[in-house]
Every structure is written in C-alpha cells, then in structure tokens.
C-alpha cells in the first residue's frame, strides 16, 4: 500500500518549552503531503526532519490561536526565496487572510508564486478539499475562538485484478481498468467470468482524523471507525477545571472520545508546558483507551 | 566590574537551517537585558539559554526582513500569557506598528501591559534610548532596505573611592559621592586633599556595535576603538558579487571595516545558509583582522 504517514512537527502548546515546539503536522498520502497548523519554528522542523518544503501545496489552520499558526509568515517567506512558482492553498478562518495580507505584501514583495487562501466555516462539517484520491472534510470543534479538526480519508480504491487469472482468459488491457472497477468479463466464447473470481478485494480506505484544540464535543459520528485520531489532550485529570475553564481536554476526555467513536488507534499531543514529559497524560489516556499513544516531535506514524 | 554580556540566540540569515536560529541576541549590561533582533524562534532560543523574559523590557529591531522580526508576534503575545505588567518597547523602523498592530490587537486580546512602538529613523546616527548608566545609539547601515545597527555604551563611570585613605580621613558619607564624582576633601583644619589621593580612576565604559544587514559602509566615525563588533558576514570572499548584490557583506569586508574602525574585537555572524560552518568566514577574516571570533547559538561574549 501506498504511504499514510503523519509527522509530528510539534505537539506543545501555547506556552513555548524547549522540549517541544508548537502545532504542526505533515500528513503524508501516497505522494502528496499535506500540513495542519503551522506554529512557529514550523520550518525548521520541516528541514529537521527532512520534509521537502516543494511537495507542500495545501496547509490547514485549525484556528487563529498563535501556537497554531505564528509560524505561515516565516513559511510564505522562505517558499518566495527559494523561487517557489507552484500555488499555495491555505484553508483557515476567514480571519487570517485579512491578517496575513498586509505582512505579506510588505515582507514577500517579489514573490513568484500564487497564494490562495479558502476562508472555512469552522462551525459546519463539510468536504473543504477533494482530488482524486482524497478528501478532506471539517470536524467543528468546542474552543474558545472559532476551530475546527480535518479529517483526510483516502476515496474507496479499485480492486486487485488477480495476474494469474488475468492471464489465463486473456483479458486485454483496455478492459483491465473496469474490471478493477467490478465489471465481469465475458470471453469471446460468450462465458461470463464473474468479477469476484478475477479480483480480490480493493485495500482499504484509511482515514486520520486531527482534533486540537477542543473541549469534549460531541463529534463521534464524524469520527466513527478512522484509523488514527489525534486529539489534544493537554491537561491531566487533576487538572480538568482548568481545561473546562479554557475550552481545553484532559487525557481521559481524549480517551473517551476515541473510545465513543470507536477508532483505532489514539495518538495524544497538545501538551501543557507543566508537564516534563506525556508519561501521566498517556497513562490516564490508555485507562480507558488502551491503544493510545503519545505523540513526540520526529515520530512518523504509519496507517 | 558588573557584567556586559551578548547573548547570541540566533545568527543564521534569512533561509532557515538545523544549524543556526534567525537573528536575536540579548545584551545584558549590569542587571538590564536589552534584546536585538528577534527572528522566528527567538522565544524558544530565551528558555534554551536561560534567560528571564521579565527581565526584557527593549527590543531593538534593526530592519523588517523577516529573519529579524517574525519571533515578535509569538514573544510579545508569550509575555501577555504570562501575565507580564510591565511596559515593553519596541523601536524600529515605524512600519513595523503598522504592520504588527492588527495582529497584536487581535492574536493579544485581554493583554495586561503597556507596548510602545518607537519609530526610528534608520538614515540618522542618534541616541534613540538613555538611563542613568548606558545610551544606545543608531548605526545608519546600507541594506536594500531601511536598515540601522545600535550601538550599546556605557556612560563614564565614578571612579573609586579608596576605603583606606577614606578611613584615615574619616571622610564623612554625604561627601562620598562628589568625591567619586572628582571632589577634592577639605579636612575641618582646612587642609585640602586632591582627589587623585583620595580616589583611583573608574572602570572603563564598555561599548558594544551591532551591524547587521549591511553592505560596507562609512561607519568608522562610530564605531572608533569599541570594544566588541558584532558584524554581519553573510559570504564568503568567493560570493563577492553576490553580497554586492544583496546589500551584503563578506567576512574580509566585516573585517576590514573592524580594522578601519579600531574596534577591539569582532564577532562575525548572519552566516549564509550554504556554508555548513563558519570557518572559512572566520578564516578570511582573521587575515585581515586577527582578534576575530566567529558567533554560535549558545555563545556569551563577555566585555
């Protein structure tokens, strides 16, 4: 199967540490690379860990808190000086481009390449970019300010036309691709072969969900069965007035929600700067989810 | 003597690296922080150096190119999460308030203390900040934008009053500041004692220059015999052309002008992102400028 991978730019929080760096993820699928949120130090830590700046075309902005997005100005700049040509699409509240405008066109003068921002509804679930492959849809969220998660789901894939099958009728190229798509086929003696004796089942279609930041919202429906779902889960339990207080999750709220929505697989960030390490946020989180994991900055996880 | 310190956070130029951070550095002279510069990053670059961010209370913006103003954004709205009171001020080319205000007020809201935008004329050699121990001075720099170093000295000093003779003299304590200030002692017999008796000469007052962006430039009148020059080097001898070009400097150049001045030492740095380290820079410039050391991440440079 073709690569789905996310890499961890950075999994802190509003409060800079020197053992992590603020919101941003590469979403890697088949050959196209997707980011959510940019804080700052975001390119840095695209060169630290290897991440071509070229293959990014699409970023997506949860919402206008800095530790989100401090980081797009630097970006913007530095893909002008590298004489970038390709376009950029930026997806965020509607905010942000009224914000950015002015300190792009004094920072980037000159700059060679188009940049387009898509003003999204943070309060609606919808499909804010598709291609051939995927989708990406909104997932509302419950924060302070308006903020909203990404869901990338891989389109349903044709089926595997089994070679040796393929062969044995041979069946010309030209009808290959319907097959694929569940066609029979029907021999120049007229026997129809049927379709689930020329193929085996398509592979699946993954799904990866990101929900930072938020407070418990009810959004299982939308995160019904995705494979990997990233949720904040910035406080502990001892903790959770405060993250009631500013619209923030503890780890077992984190769990929970997984848990409600039955994904696979958890995987925690969006840590407050009080912690030295994730060790007390991971172990709430695996009390009620047990197939949780917490994020760190370099990890590439595989669906 | 009290410290004079430079701090050095990041001397990288303008395409981001793993190796060097934007530009920021912090002098510390007695128990005052003065900040420099402020590139992406700069916020994470405090804490990795250990340096209060209370403690910071002017920032000195040499010019708007982004390796030396996007950590701005993410300190100024780090100190509001902190709760920070106390006033802060920026001085920089006036654009930058125009430029950070609509992002300030909203990326900042409910913030507790006081910023004040101080706009400077970078075309001007003046005194742009004064207390009762150091000025600070602007450096008119030749960049391909309005662009100014500073120039960090200490006022004359009193010189010290000796304990001993004091004693013998039973020099009574109202008097003691005049003669540190040059006074000679009248004794109740009349007798008058020269204050080159009473007192030995004062510490010297310490200076520091810092230019960066710059192509040469007739700045010698200013920087005449101080202590420490921290001047940009962004090439190496090889890329003249290209430092013509940008408004650069070569590190043969950075020494050169180190030498025409009489500084006392130099520090290079704005390393361009394609010379993995510094030494060839600091070897060309120790040719014509032997007392050259070359700036690292992490480095404190005493005066």
């Known amino acids: 199967m073709e690569p789905f991978e996310i890499h961890i730019l950075g999994c802190g929080s509003a409060l800079p540490t020197t053992r992590h760096n603020a919101s941003a993820q590469i979403i890697k699928i088949g050959n196209k690379q997707f980011m959510v949120d940019c804080g ?67 920072f980037c003068k000159g700059m060679h390449y188009p940049l387009f921002f898509h003003g999204i509804d943070t309060t609606r679930h919808q499909t804010i970019y598709e291609d051939n492959t995927i989708t990406v849809e909104t997932l509302p969220l419950r924060h302070r300010i308006p903020c909203c998660g990404f869901l990338f789901r891989e389109k349903p894939k044709r089926r595997h036309l089994l070679g040796d099958v393929a062969n044995f009728y041979n069946i010309p190229a030209y009808m290959r691709q319907s097959i694929k798509d569940g066609a029979d086929y029907t021999t120049p003696e007229g026997e129809i072969i049927k379709n689930n004796r020329l193929t085996k089942d398509a592979d699946p279609s993954r799904s990866y969900a990101y929900c930072s930041d938020t407070a418990p919202c009810n959004n299982s429906e939308f995160l019904r069965g995705v494979d990997l779902l990233y949720h904040e889960a910035t406080f502990a339990d001892s903790e959770k007035e405060r993250a009631a207080q500013t619209f923030h999750s503890t780890a077992k709220q984190a769990a929970q929600t997984a848990s409600d929505a039955g994904v696979k697989k958890l995987v925690i960030g969006h840590y407050s700067s009080r912690y030295e390490t994730p060790s007390t946020l991971l172990a709430e989180a695996r009390e009620l989810f047990s197939n949780t994991i917490a994020a760190t900055e370099g990890d590439i996880i595989r669906i």
């Open 40 to 106: 700052e130090g975001t390119q840095v830590q695209l060169r630290r860990n290897h991440i071509h700046f070229s293959f990014i075309n699409h970023i997506f902005i949860s919402h206008l808190h800095g530790d989100h997005c401090f980081g797009l100005i630097g970006l913007i700049s530095t893909f002008g000086l590298l004489g970038r040509t390709a376009p950029l699409h930026i997806y965020a509240d509607p905010m942000l481009e009224e914000l950015m405008k002015p300190q792009i066109e004094f």
